[in-house]
């Protein structure tokens, strides 16, 4: 019998849900979640694969397509089970108001 693959359960933080409606609201539900549906794969998958900004934390980017932006979350797993979102920006942003 094949390995049935396993996912971890995505939690958002309080501070991680208010960041992605205000991303919502200024893009739209649909471009938003284009831009994250691999991202949320990616962690519930294998989030261990995404590197370590601290000893406990993780970030995961996407990649900006045409007109769908790219985002950088970061993480915590939890357990075995749960990983917690925390927190969601921008790429490139920050960046180019620094110029």
């Known amino acids: 019998m094949a390995d049935v693959p396993r996912y971890r359960t995505l939690t958002e933080h309080e501070v991680y849900t208010a960041q992605l409606h205000d991303f919502m609201r200024k893009y739209s539900p649909d471009v938003v979640d284009a831009a994250l549906l691999g991202i949320y794969w990616g962690i519930a998958k294998n989030p261990d694969a995404y590197p370590r900004t601290t000893w406990n934390l993780r970030q995961a980017k996407s990649r900006s ?19 917690l979102l925390l927190w969601i920006e921008e790429v490139g942003v920050i960046e180019e108001t620094n110029q």
């Open 65 to 83: 397509f045409g007109t769908i932006p790219a985002f950088r979350v970061f993480f915590q797993i939890q357990d075995a089970d749960v990983v």
